[in-house]
């Protein structure tokens, strides 16, 4: 397993650092707006339904303006793992789409509210995946014990269910309400500085699996600084995990989440740009023992925007996890922003 890891790993860095290093060797020198980074988070099946601050740029949205954001990412996931004390089984396939809607509230500070939507099936992918890992050497963790097109996501400890998505069925997930506030212009070399606070309200439904039942909260931290034709950028952020009611029936913990990520942005012309993330997540939990559940993600986000007109652009990118098992195999992510 340990071997199967970091051959991932080696995979993942060393195609990120190919699109950096093409990126350096370059020096078009357009300096249009910034239009990172990319919004995205790890798009797994139970540590969706907890608060997670997305990275953002520190750029507010002014009063009187209001801006819409579209993400969808589709994950083919294959983490099944036991333990002396219960199993996890997550296989299948997630879509998740947010409608990120920000207004401002005053010169350096905007309210955002995310409604998202989650659909977990079978899916189709499985076929593919084998055939990428296979033409890249990368391991398929298991997948050739398990029929294709299976469809199975719960958490079972001491022999009862602590946890299970619905699958073939639409949901309204949890809504997060954030507030942001740019308490530091960049200037210069001198990186701006933002911070952050959210909330998270129970809409989606606990016992599908589309949300945990109960109030999350969050603070985060960020910093951004721009020269020429880059932008960089990098946050942290805390949050107060709700557990769930069934996790509390069966005794297991859920443990505060932890967020970082650092951002880069490379604007190869006067109306696109290349986009890289390097994000990391902790694990929601790690009572039973079992890797798939209790590791933490660091995950590698590449991806490309360009403008659509004025006031809007379109994004494509695709995320995968370097470190562990617990996160998602393979992340594609639409995306589209338009303001007014």
């Known amino acids: 397993m340990e071997a199967g890891r970091s051959k ?4 993942g860095w060393a195609l990120g650092c190919a699109l950096l290093l093409i990126a350096g060797c370059h020096t078009a020198g357009h300096t249009g707006p910034a239009r990172g980074p990319l919004p995205l988070r790890t798009n797994g099946p139970f540590v969706q339904s907890f608060l997670t601050l997305r990275p953002r740029s520190a750029e507010t949205v002014a009063p009187g303006a209001a801006e819409l954001r579209v993400v969808s990412a589709y994950s083919s996931i294959f983490e099944v793992g036991d333990g002396n004390s219960g199993a ?3 296989d299948g396939e997630l ?9 401002g509230l005053g010169a350096s500070t905007d309210l955002e509210v995310e409604v998202p939507f989650v659909y977990a099936s079978s899916g189709f992918l499985d076929v593919f995946i084998e055939t990428w890992h296979g033409l890249l050497g990368l391991p398929d963790g298991g997948r050739e014990t398990r029929p294709h097109f299976d469809y199975d996501m719960d958490i079972r400890a001491l022999g009862q269910e602590a946890w299970q998505m619905t699958g073939d069925r639409l949901g309204l997930g949890d809504v997060p309400v954030i507030v942001t506030h740019r308490f530091v212009d960049a200037r210069g070399s001198s990186p701006a500085v933002f911070v952050r606070g959210a909330v998270e309200l129970p809409v989606g439904s606990e016992e599908d699996g589309f949300g945990n039942g109960a109030i999350d909260w969050g603070l985060g931290l960020g910093l951004e600084s721009s020269f020429a034709d880059w932008t960089f950028g990098a946050g942290a952020g805390w949050t107060d995990r709700a557990r769930p009611e069934s996790f509390a029936h069966v005794g297991l913990e859920v443990e505060d989440g932890l967020a970082a990520s650092l951002s880069g942005e490379w604007r ?13 997540e902790n694990a929601v939990s790690d009572d039973l023992g079992i890797e798939e559940l209790g590791g933490d993600v660091v995950e590698l986000d590449l991806g490309v925007t360009f403008d659509a007109g004025a006031s809007s652009r379109w994004t494509l990118a695709f995320s995968e996890d370097l470190i ?11 995306g589209f922003e338009t303001r007014w």
């Open 8 to 11: 991932r790993r080696s995979a």
């Open 88 to 90: 996890v089984s997550f």
């Open 95 to 103: 879509w998740r789409t947010s409608a990120l809607f920000r207004t």
């Open 268 to 280: 190869w012309s006067a109306t696109s740009s290349l986009l890289l993330n390097l994000r990391y």
């Open 324 to 334: 562990s098992e617990s996160g998602p195999d393979f992340t594609a992510v639409l």
